[in-house]
């Protein structure tokens, strides 16, 4: 099973809520149940107002159109850069909005992760750390600019002691170097609050925590 935890904070607040933090479980469970989870990443000044509008639609679109995980994502993230895209082909340049996005697509132990830039995660496998953020031309400009885009796509099949950390770019910008590797190296209830303690310092910032355990039966808090 994965464990799945997080954190927000808005104008230097902890919040339960957050607009950079999305979490979208299936509502009925089945062994084909999906889940999403995202960060949202506001990419030009006065986009922050839309991030709450834009984890709700990426979210929701998810749920509606999930033949696939990669599907459902795709769709997700298409929903969501079309809103965008339509206030800003109404408004004037100086007030177009855009967001980065990291959208995780769960099912069972199968993750694929959907990036568009601004976006940071790591993924940790017995100790061994890799940074992802989007690197391919088509998903290295934020959702709403420009006509096209495609996410960068990554796909995991979660084994007991991986842990996938999707965060904000700034809270990982804020991260000393080393840090992402030692935290994720703590017992798994040290984690977040390991991070959070950085995070203190980054006004708007937020972050999402998968875990795969080896016991069923360990709780699966949704909070830090």
């Not at 795709?74 to 980065?100: F, T």
């Not at 601004?118 to 061994?128: D, E, L």
Request: aromatic share 8%; hydrophobic share 45%; with cysteine.
């Amino acid at each position: 099973m994965l464990w799945v935890g997080q954190f927000g904070i808005v104008n230097g607040q902890a919040q339960e809520e957050t607009p950079w933090v999305g979490l979208f479980p299936e509502d009925v469970r089945s062994p084909d149940s999906s889940d999403a989870y995202l960060i949202v990443a506001p990419a030009t000044p006065g986009s922050a107002e839309f991030a709450a509008e834009l984890k709700e639609a990426v979210g929701t679109m998810f749920h509606k159109s999930k033949v696939s995980l990669t599907g459902g994502l795709l769709r997700a993230l298409q929903a969501a850069h079309e809103h965008l895209r339509d206030w800003n082909r109404r408004s004037m340049r100086d007030h177009w909005v855009a967001a980065g996005v990291s959208c995780a697509g769960v099912r069972g132990q199968e993750v694929y992760l959907a990036q568009v830039a601004p976006a940071s995660a790591v993924f940790s496998r017995n100790g061994a750390v890799s940074s992802l953020r989007p690197s391919l031309a088509d998903a290295a400009e934020p959702l709403g600019l420009y006509d096209e885009f495609w996410p960068e796509f990554s796909r995991f099949e979660m084994q007991p002691g991986d842990r996938l950390l999707l965060l904000t770019p700034a809270l990982a910008d804020a991260l000393p170097p080393a840090e992402p590797a030692a935290s994720l190296a703590l017992p798994l209830d040290e984690v977040l609050p390991s991070l959070y303690r950085h995070a203190r310092s980054v006004p708007d910032c937020g972050a999402v925590l998968l875990a795969a355990l080896d016991s069923p039966d360990l709780p699966a808090p949704a909070e830090a």
